[in-house]
């Protein structure tokens, strides 16, 4: 193995100075780097503080507007009309609180699915936290690690690393002593160690942006569609608002502290203040729950993201199977001899130090070795599909014998009698590898090394099914998300295995798949399982299905899987898959278990589904709180309500509700367009409740004359809006289970006891006067609750969503 020159010097990076590459740094000299600040003090995650999460919660656009609504109500009204900014308070410290929890739980499990890179120091190998690596560490890779900092090659044996999430190259790079290794990359084959010359924010992924573990951000429609809406709302908001101050102030000239009161409570309702809060809060409760399951969400919306998902691509290895596999036969071709070729087998164990799953259960069932000397080895490559050694079998003679062992399909002429009896075993769902002696004088990592070769024995090896795996299919299959198999293993094979796991369909050999885009989507359309895949096919793969119209979610625990992990919607990595793998995906079952993906499902569906009815309840509100203050600035009359009489209605018909419906179980599946949907139901709804609650109060002050008369038309014109928010209530809880029926009931019981006990009347300035107009108001909601329900399934028919 060839070391590195001391003296060397990567594009003007810090210079090697490791005395001895196979000691690395002594102890004495990380400590001095430590002093020196020469550590790689990057952050592993983004996580925000607590007084950044306290900022983000406190200082909001809507808190701003409140605030200053609510200072200046304790100085010109009751305490009653303040009572809103009480409730404020309350709603920022519980998003805070629900934030703060959500962020230890990420943290605390991003501990557990830290990379944890091994250092060399002091002659010894260890692993350490890769905020603990120092400038001209020596760090020791291997397939499927990624390199957490930029450094220089030191070692090589066969190393190849993949460095396309940074340059865009596909194709992996073979790396020798010398060369230039960049963070960001990973190992795709072979093994190795590199001395850190550039640490910390130095490094060439920290210059973009942290670019190694955060690559794309998951789109959310849920928040960006939130924001459109809170666009909206500040532009119907601000004239409106104007309107209405110059309406009570200088038309009416009434009383300043009472028309102070009334402009304020006009403008309160406008704002739909709960909305963001409710938002944050169903996400942090999501990730807490989820954490509880050992699943890692590194990205809050992937939440949301996989809820919305309608083709999930599965890799075979690691996600229907377990990670582990038991020889179960030697089939020796010609005229071998089995206990040479054991020995063949057991060498070629030995001759990996990272023996992948296959290999290792080889190592396994042949043990034994004779100590031959290993002169060249080739690791094994998704993209080549097979690796090798070479040995002199007779130490001294100078003669030596290269060995490959792969893929069957790949190493031998398509007209070879062994392929048949591969394909028997294939169709049984076994896994066949070909042990097969190059041709004389032919080096293992010659590029023609696999032609001609002379086939001596079939390996055969047994899958461990993961017992949850046919649960999760038949519940993906229930969910009208269809299910795709991406493996490299022989498609015979692997759709034996999907068969056995109750998934039917086409097995494709991915070989014979066209390259065009959307001639490839086509044939994915078609074919269930697809085998023989390469690591930049499974990219294309994905790329066609997302180009057909499809939300596509991608599962994988291997090196081979990180293309195609980064390119997919959402990227589901298993905890102990390879580095490379769960820097890139934006949730990580630290479990391993594919059965905690359908609760991660109905998690972002319980977030969607709820935050659409909660988001119409707020908005509704918006909506007729900024028709009736555009009504009341159009006939110049006092506004109807004071901030407590909103305060109270709020409270009881979206407040409360709101907590209790956003936090509900919910599998309904998650539709697109949710601007579209939410707006299709407010604007009607918010538009009838507006009308009708102006025309009781348009009635009443016809009706009531004298003194004390605003308050009775503000009591008849509250009990109107309250009947119908009550009924827009009901018709969001549906469909209807015992505890929905019992909120809506609670929240009509807790008005009408405000209208019945005498103190809480004077408290809330509520005194419904005289028979007549109380009957009235109630006629007039009744009403407009039957054309409510009428006009929101005629939307539904209308405008579907």
């Known amino acids: 193995m060839t070391h590195l020159d ?85 709603n920022t410290g519980i998003g805070i609180v629900q934030e703060w929890r959500a962020k230890k739980t990420l943290d605390s499990l991003a501990v557990i699915g830290e990379v944890r890179p091994t250092v060399r120091r002091d002659g010894t190998a260890a692993e350490v936290a890769t ?16 390199v957490v900092v930029d450094g220089m090659c030191a070692e090589a044996d066969g190393l190849e690393i993949d460095e396309s999430l940074l340059t865009g190259e596909a194709d992996p790079v073979v790396k020798r002593p010398g060369d230039r290794v960049m963070s960001g990359s990973f190992v795709v084959a072979g093994g190795g160690s590199f001395q850190a010359t550039r640490v910390g ?26 924001s459109t809406i809170l666009k909206y709302v500040t532009w119907m908001m601000i004239p409106t608002a104007i309107g209405l101050i110059v309406s009570q102030l200088v038309v009416k000239e009434n009383e300043l502290k009472d028309s102070v009161a009334r402009t304020v409570g006009g403008i309160v309702p406008m ?26 969400v590194q990205e809050l919306p992937a939440i949301e993201g996989l809820a919305r998902v309608d083709t999930v691509c599965l890799d075979k290895t690691g996600t229907l199977t377990e990670g582990g596999m038991d020889v179960t036969g030697l089939r020796v071709l010609g005229d071998g001899d089995e206990t040479y070729l054991r020995k063949v087998l057991g060498e070629l164990g030995s001759a990996d130090p990272r023996p992948n799953a296959s290999l290792q259960a ?10 031959w000397r290993l002169t060249d080895t080739l690791p094994f490559s998704s993209a080549r599909k097979y690796s090798g050694a070479t040995f002199e079998e007779r130490e001294g003679s100078g003669e030596t014998v290269s060995w490959l062992l792969g893929a069957p399909d790949v190493l031998l002429d398509p007209a070879d009698p062994a392929l ?28 023609g090394a696999a032609e001609g070769v002379r086939p001596a024995a079939l390996v055969v090896l047994e899958q461990r099914l993961r017992p949850d795996a046919a649960d999760t299919l038949r519940y993906f299959a229930e969910q009208n998300v269809r299910a795709k198999v991406i493996s490299g293993d022989n498609a015979v094979s692997v759709g034996a295995v999907a068969s056995k796991l109750g998934l039917s369909g086409t097995a494709v050999d991915a070989r014979r798949l066209p390259a065009d885009r959307e001639a490839m989507a086509g044939a994915l359309d078609e074919g269930t399982v697809f085998g023989r895949v390469t690591p930049q096919q499974k990219r294309n793969m994905v790329g066609a299905l997302q180009s057909d119209g499809r939300t596509v979610a991608m599962t994988g625990d291997g090196v081979n899987d990180v293309l195609a992990l980064k390119d997919a919607d959402i990227g589901v990595a298993m905890g102990s898959g390879s580095e490379a793998t769960r820097a890139v995906a934006q949730i990580v079952l630290l479990n391993n278990s594919f059965a905690t993906l359908p609760s991660v499902v109905a998690e972002g569906r319980r ?9 119409t309840l707020f908005l509704v509100k918006t909506v007729y709180s900024v028709l009736l203050a555009v009504l009341v600035v159009v006939s110049r009359v006092e506004y109807p309500f004071l901030p407590r009489h909103l305060t109270l209605l709020s409270t009881l018909t979206i407040g409360v509700p709101a907590f209790f419906l956003a936090l509900a179980p919910n599998k309904e599946r998650a539709r697109p367009h949710f601007v579209r949907r939410v707006m299709r139901y407010a604007i009607p709804g918010g538009v009838l409740a507006g009308l009708a609650t102006f025309a009781s109060y348009l009635v009443a002050r016809e009706h009531y004359t004298g003194p004390g008369s605003l308050d009775a038309e503000t009591s008849a014109a509250t009990l109107t809006l309250f009947l119908i928010s009550i009924w827009v209530l009901a018709i969001i809880a549906r469909p209807y289970t015992w505890w929905r029926i019992g909120l809506v009931a609670a929240m009509g019981g807790a008005f009408l006891v405000v209208l019945v006990v005498p103190w809480l009347q004077d408290f809330f300035a509520l005194k419904l006067v005289g028979v007549t107009m109380p009957w009235v108001a109630t006629g007039i909601a009744v009403f407009s609750a039957g054309v409510l329900e009428l006009l929101w399934r005629w939307v539904d028919r209308r405008f579907p969503a």
């Open 607 to 615: 977030v969607i589904g709820n935050i659409t009815r909660v988001a």
């Open 131 to 146: 905020s603990e690596i120092v400038l001209d560490d020596l760090i020791e890779v291997g397939p499927g690690d990624k």
């Open 271 to 296: 704002v739909p203040e709960g909305l963001v809060l409710l938002t944050s809060v169903a996400f942090a409760i999501g990730v807490i729950r989820l954490g509880r399951k050992q699943c890692l």
């Open 6 to 90: 001391t003296g060397g010097q990567v594009d003007g990076a810090h210079p090697a100075t490791v005395t001895s590459p196979e000691t690395g740094l002594t102890s004495s000299e990380v400590a001095e780097r430590v002093a020196r600040g020469q550590v790689n003090d990057v952050p592993v995650r983004s996580s925000r503080s607590l007084a950044e999460i306290v900022r983000a919660n406190v200082f909001t656009r809507f808190n701003a507007i409140i605030g200053v609504l609510w200072i200046i109500m304790l100085v010109v009204a009751p305490i009653q009309d303040s009572l809103f900014g009480f409730v404020i308070l309350a």
């Open 362 to 371: 080889i190592i396994d069932a042949y043990p034994d070795t004779t100590g």
């Open 201 to 226: 924010r130095e490094a060439y992924a920290a210059q973009l942006a942290e670019e190694a573990s955060r690559f794309t951000l998951v789109h959310s429609e849920l928040r960006s569609g939130i």
């Open 420 to 447: 048949a009896e591969t394909e028997r075993m294939n169709e049984q769902g076994l896994r066949v590898l070909l042990l097969a002696r190059a041709r004389d004088g032919v080096d293992v990592d010659d590029p």
